[in-house]
């Protein structure tokens, strides 16, 4: 191999580095930038003021499908839905209802819902699930 063609290929090898490194740097900074939007649909608190349940949709853009959650937090904290303890999730949209009684939280789902994931229970707080008409 002449000193040229080594050359070449050191070049190339350098060129080919430098676009999976910048490739790299921009994903990372792309994902940092992405943000979801989370549209609260209701929010509820208990009967003795001291938690709130919200249900929200959150929505990350086209390449991804919107989710329904349910979370609580005392009432003392702002909805940060980052933060906030999410009890379920379920597919897509759907039109969750919250009611309390006592210190049981009970969501109301609608049989044709997909529900992924459900908690019992949060700290001293029972969850029911119920799959609605």
Not at 3 to 16: D, E, F, K, N, P
């Given at each position: 191999?002449?000193?040229?063609?080594?050359?070449?290929?050191?070049?190339?090898?350098?060129?080919?580095?430098?676009?999976?490194?910048a490739h790299r740097?921009?994903?990372?900074?792309?994902?940092?930038?992405?943000?979801?939007?989370?549209?609260?649909?209701?929010?509820?608190?208990?009967?003795?003021?001291?938690?709130?349940?919200?249900?929200?949709?959150?929505?990350?853009?086209?390449?991804?499908?919107?989710?329904?959650?349910?979370?609580?937090?005392?009432?003392?904290?702002?909805?940060?839905?980052?933060?906030?303890?999410?009890?379920?999730?379920?597919?897509?949209?759907?039109?969750?209802?919250?009611?309390?009684?006592?210190?049981?939280?009970?969501?109301?789902?609608?049989?044709?819902?997909?529900?992924?994931?459900?908690?019992?229970?949060?700290?001293?707080?029972?969850?029911?699930?119920?799959?609605?008409?």
């Open positions: 191999m002449s000193r040229r063609q080594r050359t070449i290929l050191l070049l190339s090898v350098i060129l080919v580095l430098l676009a999976l490194v740097v921009i994903t990372i900074a792309s994902l940092a930038y992405m943000k979801c939007d989370d549209r609260v649909i209701q929010s509820t608190p208990s009967a003795s003021g001291e938690y709130v349940a919200s249900s929200f949709v959150r929505n990350c853009g086209a390449t991804s499908a919107f989710v329904t959650y349910v979370s609580l937090r005392h009432a003392s904290q702002p909805f940060q839905p980052a933060k906030d303890s999410s009890v379920v999730s379920i597919a897509n949209r759907c039109p969750v209802t919250l009611a309390w009684s006592g210190n049981e939280l009970r969501i109301n789902v609608p049989k044709s819902c997909y529900v992924e994931s459900e908690e019992r229970s949060w700290g001293p707080v029972k969850i029911a699930v119920v799959r609605a008409e």
